[in-house]
């Protein structure tokens, strides 16, 4: 197995682990405050695209299935139709969790970089807090672009490396470094899963970078914001 399929193998093996307390641990790390990132993030990206009938929606990385639910939700509350809202997750036990809380929804058992779906066939493709562990990123952002139709959007919601130098960055950087990982850790009992949160993020690109490598992929940035003092930023995008 080569080393990035190994790493990718670990991740995968760390959200199975924290599957059944992963909402749990969202909502108190986050202070409820995730929930409305996401929400925004629906609302901005159906009127963006304008149309009050949408045929699918795929939700990558889409874990416990906490942005199916809004996509759905704020669908209903704007009078939009939506057809179909697909979750895709390499992980079976996050998915299991996201099973019990939408039944009626179909979910794949797939990673970003690989996705069995149709050419041109998707609306909307969103990942929430799942490119940062997307080992082979590039291949994942090809793979939106593919699943993608013309004109159709790709909206990632991510902790984002920051790059500034104020007290703001310095703040978060203290919360997610040090309060973090034991919240977490105790709420999951796996604090090295707290750990990597941080890390991961101070590993992972920029703002700048991230709208380089939409550009590259053929996914042109529209909308690009920072909520929270930067915690979280929201990419909107649309495929050339
Ligand atoms: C932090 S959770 C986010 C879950 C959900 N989207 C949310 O907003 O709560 C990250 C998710 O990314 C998934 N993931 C890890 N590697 C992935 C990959 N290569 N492709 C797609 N999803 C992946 C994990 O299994 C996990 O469910």
New binding site residues.
């Given amino acids: 197995m080569s080393e990035k399929s190994e790493k990718?193998e670990d991740?995968?093996k760390m959200?199975n682990d924290i599957a059944k307390t992963y909402d749990l641990a969202?909502r108190v790390l986050s202070m409820g405050i995730d929930k409305t990132w996401?929400k925004k993030a629906c609302n901005m990206a159906y009127n963006f695209y304008g149309k009050t009938h949408i045929d699918r929606i795929v939700d990558?990385?889409?874990?416990?299935g906490?942005?199916m639910i809004d996509w759905e939700t704020v669908a209903k509350s704007n009078g939009i139709i939506v057809d179909d809202i697909v979750g895709?997750?390499?992980?079976v036990g996050?998915m299991e969790v996201g099973k019990t809380k939408i039944p009626h929804r179909t979910f794949i058992e797939a990673?970003?970089?690989d996705m069995p779906l149709e050419d041109e066939s998707a609306d909307f493709i969103s990942?929430?807090?799942?490119i940062r562990?997307?080992?082979k990123r590039k291949e994942?952002l090809a793979e939106f672009a593919r699943v993608l139709k013309k004109g159709g959007l790709c909206i990632i919601l991510e902790f984002t490396k920051n790059d500034k130098d104020d007290f703001a960055a310095g703040l978060t950087k203290f919360y997610m470094n040090n309060l973090m990982p034991h919240i977490g850790g105790l709420i999951s009992k796996n604090k090295d899963a707290y750990t990597y949160l941080p890390e991961s993020i101070e590993a992972f690109i920029t703002t700048k970078q991230m709208c380089e490598e939409l550009n590259e992929a053929g996914l042109e940035p529209i909308f690009v914001k920072g909520y929270s003092l930067d915690m979280s930023t929201t990419f909107i995008a649309r495929k050339i």
Avoid: K, W
């Fill in positions: 990718q991740i995968i959200f969202n996401r990558v990385a889409c874990g416990t906490d942005l895709v997750d390499p992980s996050m990673g970003a970089e990942i929430s807090y799942g562990n997307v080992v994942g």
